[in-house]
């Protein structure tokens, strides 16, 4: 990992011990069965703000109705709601403990593989600005030629093996301590955009490192993206990006070949953020103010009659307790079975239930029709 001078570096570190205590309060303040409800909101949110920074907007209701495989006729979306599923199910993956090691070759080439092969062909391609020529993206594989990414230009293909072995060893989280590493984890993405391995898929194959990276050392989680972040100061992210390419600026800018004050600066960018999304979630996830958020927006539901009147009992046990027996849910209302189930089987079908089976217990959703309501600010205001 790069070194850097000592005043940057404390307060890096200052940076790195608040994102460590954030994250760790976050993380133990959620029940584990709510963090399923949650984690499935926030891959959904992190999908979207992630290719939002590649200039696909994708509206949350369009990605909801994807993951149901209700897809729109029109080419375009359809392709962008095909996107955003494999998103989704590539972070599934990592979130689930199914992807290799983060900082590996093998990740990298494991994550540009499982997110591309998912895609349709015609997102699988990208145009030469000087030749004009189709080139095809095949998942997995590194360039073969030579690209140019605004004013930087990346290593040349024959040196992205050997590129991408000093990267996994400068990154090596056995051999870092436990600051470092969350350091570690900014400065990588900063490298791993820098080294642009594929023709295409570069920015989401590095944000998802990220994301995995902070979850090996204990930091990340489904309850919080940091994509959100970036993508609300888009112009900042890139710009520390690419001040971070520059060349080291005279022998006081570190001893490296590019520029120790700029990858500084970007590592305070990302850590800052990272921080203010993990505020921005443990304040819409503190309990009495979620469930009083989710009674008004359930009365307000029950008043236009899209939900029954009932329903907040059976909403509040669900946050409560994680998930409960069909067969309590007249309990919770006071009311028969009978009067019950069809009570039940609408927050299912509106999605603000969920079962593993048609017969098993029921846990929380949030269906995006919940999302202004309950969580506020998560998305832009359309």
Same mark, same amino acid.
Request: aromatic content about 4%.
């Given at each position: 990992m790069p070194s850097l001078a000592c005043p940057v570096r404390r307060e890096l570190e200052d940076l790195s011990v608040d994102l460590t205590d954030k994250a760790a309060r976050l993380a133990g303040a959620v029940r584990p069965a709510i963090q399923i409800a949650i984690g499935d909101l926030v891959r959904s949110m992190n999908c979207y703000y992630s290719n939002l920074i590649e200039g696909h907007d994708t509206h949350p209701a369009d990605i909801e109705r994807a993951l149901k495989r209700d897809y729109s006729n029109e080419p375009k979306k359809r392709d962008l709601q095909n996107e955003a599923v494999a998103h989704i199910a590539v972070q599934n993956m990592i979130d689930t403990g199914e992807a290799p090691p983060a900082v590996s070759e093998n990740f990298i080439q494991w994550t540009h =593989? !499982?997110?591309?092969? &998912?895609?349709?062909?015609?997102?699988?391609?990208?145009? @030469?600005?000087?030749?004009?020529?189709?080139?095809?993206?095949?998942?997995?594989h590194y360039r073969e030629r030579d690209v140019e990414v605004g004013r930087h230009l990346p290593p040349e293909p024959s040196a992205l093996p050997r590129m991408l072995e000093r990267f996994a060893n400068a990154y090596n989280l056995e051999r870092l301590g436990r600051v470092d590493r969350v350091i570690a984890v900014a400065a990588s993405h900063h490298r791993l955009a820098w080294i642009h391995p594929f023709l295409d898929g570069n920015g989401r194959v590095t944000r998802l490192f990220s994301?995995?990276?902070?979850?090996?050392?204990?930091?990340?989680?489904?309850?919080?993206?940091?994509?959100?972040?970036?993508?609300?100061?888009?112009?900042?992210? =890139? !710009?520390?990006?690419? &001040?971070?390419?520059?060349?080291?600026?005279?022998?006081? @800018?570190?001893?490296?070949?590019?520029?120790?004050?700029?990858?500084?600066e970007f590592c305070r960018f990302f850590l800052e953020t990272a921080i203010d999304q993990v505020e921005y979630m443990s304040d819409m996830l503190d309990t009495a103010r979620l469930l009083d958020r989710l009674e008004r927006h359930v009365a307000i539901a029950a008043v236009e009659k899209r939900l029954p009147k009932e329903s907040y009992p059976l909403l509040r046990e669900a946050f409560l307790v994680g998930s409960f027996a069909r067969g309590k849910a007249g309990m919770l209302i006071g009311a028969s079975p009978a009067k019950a189930r069809p009570i039940l089987k609408t927050l299912l079908m509106a999605g603000y239930l969920t079962s593993e089976t048609p017969k098993s217990p029921v846990r929380l959703a949030f269906p995006t029709t919940t999302l202004e309501d309950v969580f506020p600010r998560l998305y832009p205001a359309r």
């Open positions: =593989k !499982e997110f591309c092969s &998912r895609l349709p062909d015609t997102l699988l391609h990208v145009t @030469d600005p000087a030749t004009k020529e189709m080139i095809n993206v095949i998942p997995g994301h995995a990276m902070m979850k090996e050392i204990g930091i990340g989680s489904a309850l919080w993206s940091i994509s959100r972040g970036f993508a609300r100061n888009v112009e900042r992210y =890139k !710009e520390t990006l690419m &001040r971070a390419d520059l060349p080291r600026q005279g022998d006081r @800018d570190g001893r490296g070949a590019l520029s120790e004050a700029g990858l500084a």
